[in-house]
C-alpha cells in the first residue's frame, strides 16, 4: 500500500499480558517514529528510528516498552506487563529524510490498545 | 521543557463561518511548525508546515497559517467553514536541539465541528 500501515488495529488486553504492535512504514522511508495518544490528548513522542537504529527512546514511559526495527524497514512496539495506564492509541509515522525536518510525517492509523 | 498549547478545546461553527484556532508553542530555539487535521474515522493527515520563508502558509483546502515568531504562535485560519472541515486538528512543532530527533510536539488538539 502507499501509506503506513499498522496492526491490530484494536488490542484488548488483560493487565499483566504482553502486547506487541507492528508498524509497516512507507517503503523506503528511512526515519520511523512511535507516538502514543491518549484519550483527549495530542500525540506523545515515544521513540524514533533511523534505518534499524535507534536513536531517541527519551519518550518511553518505562522499561517495559520496548521498539525495535532490525532490518531497517518494519517496526514492532512491545510493551509487556501492561498496565491499564497503558490504554492509548498507538501511532506510527514515517518520514522519508535522515534527519530533516523538511519531510513530512506520514501516520499511520493507530493501534487501539485497551487494557482491562 | 517544550510545548504546545492550543487554547480551543472545542469550536463549533455554522457553514460559511470563518475559523481562527490559536496555537502557541514555547521554545526559543529554531522550530518548525505544523497542523495536522484528524477527519473522523481516518489518520493524521498534513494540512500545512511552516519552516521558513514567507510567514504567511497555505496549506490543502483553503487553510492558511501565520506564524509570527514574536508571538510564538502559529494560528489556523480558514475564512469560510465547509461541514466537511468538521475534524480534530493539532497543531505540533519540531524543534531542533544538538542534533537530535526532529521529534513532534504536539498540542492537545480542537475539536471542530461545523453544523450545516
Known amino acids: 500500500g502507499a501509506g503506513v500501515s499498522q496492526s491490530p488495529r484494536y488490542k484488548v488486553a488483560k493487565r499483566g499480558q504482553d502486547v506487541a504492535l507492528r508498524c509497516d512504514p512507507i517503503?523506503?522511508?528511512?526515519?520511523l517514529f512511535w507516538y502514543q495518544q491518549a484519550l483527549g490528548q495530542g500525540p506523545e513522542f515515544l521513540t524514533y528510528f533511523q534505518n534499524e537504529a535507534q536513536l531517541d527512546k527519551s519518550g518511553l514511559p518505562s522499561d517495559r516498552f520496548f521498539a525495535e526495527r532490525p532490518e531497517g524497514s518494519v517496526s514492532t512496539l512491545k510493551i509487556q506487563r501492561t498496565q491499564q495506564e497503558d490504554s492509548a492509541v498507538y501511532l506510527c509515522?514515517?518520514?522519508?529524510?535522515?534527519?530533516?525536518?523538511?519531510?513530512?510525517?506520514?501516520f499511520g492509523p493507530g493501534t487501539r490498545l485497551t487494557v482491562l | 521543557a517544550q510545548s504546545v498549547s492550543q487554547h480551543n478545546h472545542h469550536v463549533i461553527l455554522s457553514e460559511a463561518a470563518s475559523l481562527e484556532l490559536g496555537c502557541n508553542y514555547s521554545?526559543?530555539?529554531?522550530?518548525?511548525l505544523f497542523w495536522y487535521v484528524q477527519y473522523p474515522g481516518q489518520h493524521l493527515q498534513l494540512l500545512l508546515k511552516?519552516?521558513?520563508?514567507?510567514?504567511l502558509v497555505k496549506g490543502i483546502k483553503g487553510f492558511e497559517a501565520e506564524f509570527i515568531k514574536s508571538k510564538f504562535s502559529f494560528n489556523l485560519r480558514k475564512p469560510s467553514v465547509q461541514w466537511s472541515d468538521t475534524a480534530e486538528y493539532f497543531c505540533?512543532?519540531?524543534?531542533?536541539?544538538?542534533?537530535?530527533?526532529?521529534?513532534?510536539?504536539f498540542g492537545t488538539g480542537t475539536l471542530l465541528a461545523v453544523q450545516p
Open positions: 509515522a514515517s518520514r522519508r529524510d535522515t534527519g530533516s525536518s523538511y519531510n513530512e510525517q506520514f
Open positions: 511552516y519552516f521558513s520563508g514567507d510567514p
Open positions: 505540533a512543532v519540531n524543534v531542533y536541539y544538538g542534533g537530535a530527533t526532529n521529534k513532534l510536539i
Open positions: 517503503s523506503g522511508h528511512v526515519s
Open positions: 521554545y526559543g530555539g529554531t522550530v518548525n
